[in-house]
């Protein structure tokens, strides 16, 4: 990676061009004028690479985005979308096409899920779901007509990885496409392409973001792939990002380094402090050294975030509801990679009658650390897992 500090703060930004103004401006324009004809005909040739025509393409203030998170994800060019979601429905579509066969790991994010269950079936699109984390569960999944392999690594609620070098090289063998949500450790603390992984999506509205304010994806990769979805999916689905939500990611990254440094020195600590309480009975954290991957997680990502689930022993679905909303601190909500600490009981998508006390995935808790002071953190848990104790 280029030096971190010259890419957030230096690249892409030619402040003479407006001022010398320190922050860029939001050119929020939908379309752009010509000066001659033939400047018009050979932009309409290639608008990829060409000046600027209409916004739902190209524009100067998502361009400055565009090089900052390519730099970082270490790719030659990236692209970015109205939401995550959208960010995963260009890249898949773009890379598919009717008979083909997707090898997909096992529970990615749920849109994900509904693309290929629901919208990819629709055009004879098939898919395999495996357990990512042996590598071998891919080579045995392997049809002659599998042209795609998604990966999401560690997965947002249960964190299993999967092996990026060796699933690359695989996949580059067979001549499959690759593609890896990289959400979770940002462009930060993982860089999948090093790897041999083709395409890199991330939801923007996470930690790119940063301030809960701004729903967003980018997909990193090289100029010949993002030109492929730029020139199909992405200008026909019309999801690329407004100038105004692209101001608010460069704001955004501009503490992305500071933000998670932060929350990787406080999430351990809170890590620790719940798997040595007598009432946690399991948390999961690529990070922890009793990660079943620990290893493997060490070796690919340079970081952890604050993201991660605990397991509470079999007790009420009551009881969960209750130690939900006894925390203070941590806001009952989906999301995260904001400020605001965050939970998110797995009971919370389950219906009361449908509990099962013992099914530990039940009991799965998923808890998100923000930027608060760590030990108000620490008590705030401490006090609602009590709760567990008297009902
Ligand atoms: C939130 C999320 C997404 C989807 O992003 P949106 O911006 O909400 O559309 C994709 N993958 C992961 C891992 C996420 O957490």
């Not at 249960?158 to 979770?184: C, H, M, P, R, W």
């Not at 060490?298 to 007790?315: D, E």
């Not at 009952?332 to 919370?348: C, I, Q, R, T, Y």
Request: aromatic share 10%; charged share 20%.
């Amino acid at each position: 990676m280029e030096d971190l500090s010259y890419i957030i703060n230096q690249l892409g930004e030619e402040r003479e061009l407006y001022y010398n103004a320190i922050a860029p401006p939001i050119i929020q324009t939908s379309n752009f004028a010509f000066k001659d004809f033939a400047s018009m005909r050979s932009t309409f040739e290639d608008e990829y690479a060409g000046d600027y025509i209409y916004t739902k393409a190209k524009n100067p203030t998502v361009d400055i985005l565009r090089k900052k998170l390519a730099a970082l994800q270490g790719a030659e060019d990236a692209l970015i979308t109205n939401s995550g979601s959208s960010a995963i429905f260009c890249s898949i579509l773009a890379n598919v096409k009717a008979g083909d066969h997707i090898i997909s790991v096992r529970k990615p994010y749920s849109w994900a899920v509904n693309m290929l269950e629901v919208v990819l079936p629709k055009f004879n699109v098939t898919h395999t779901y495996v357990d990512g984390r042996d590598i071998n569960n891919f080579i045995t999944a392997c049809q002659p007509n599998t042209t795609l392999i998604y990966l999401e690594s560690p997965n947002s609620f249960s964190f299993e990885l999967q092996d990026l070098a060796a699933v690359g090289s695989f996949a580059q063998s067979k001549g499959i496409t690759t593609i890896i949500d990289n959400s979770y450790c940002t462009p930060l603390f993982q860089n999948p392409h090093a790897l041999g992984i083709d395409l890199c999506l991330h939801s923007a509205t996470k930690y790119i973001s940063g301030h809960s304010d701004t729903v967003a994806g980018v997909i990193t990769g090289s100029k010949a792939r993002l030109k492929k979805i730029f020139d199909s999916e992405l200008s026909n689905s019309g999801t690329s990002i407004s100038p105004f939500n692209a101001w608010l990611l460069l704001r955004g990254l501009r503490t992305l380094e500071i933000r998670l440094q932060r929350i990787s020195e406080s999430t351990p600590r809170v890590v620790q402090f719940l798997k040595n309480h007598p009432l946690v009975e399991k948390v999961i954290f690529p990070f922890d050294k009793d990660f079943p991957q620990y290893e493997l997680a060490r070796q690919q990502m340079t970081g952890a975030c604050g993201l991660f689930t605990i397991v509470l022993p079999p007790v009420s679905y009551q009881q969960i509801e209750a130690f939900a909303l006894s925390l203070q601190n941590f806001l009952l909500a989906v999301s995260w990679g904001g400020h605001e600490s965050l939970v998110m009981p797995k009971a919370a998508g389950i219906k009361p009658e449908n509990y099962e006390i013992d099914n530990p995935e039940h009991r799965m808790v998923r808890l998100y650390i923000g930027l608060e002071q760590v030990e108000i953190l620490i008590k705030d848990l401490d006090n609602a897992l009590s709760v567990l104790q008297r009902n």
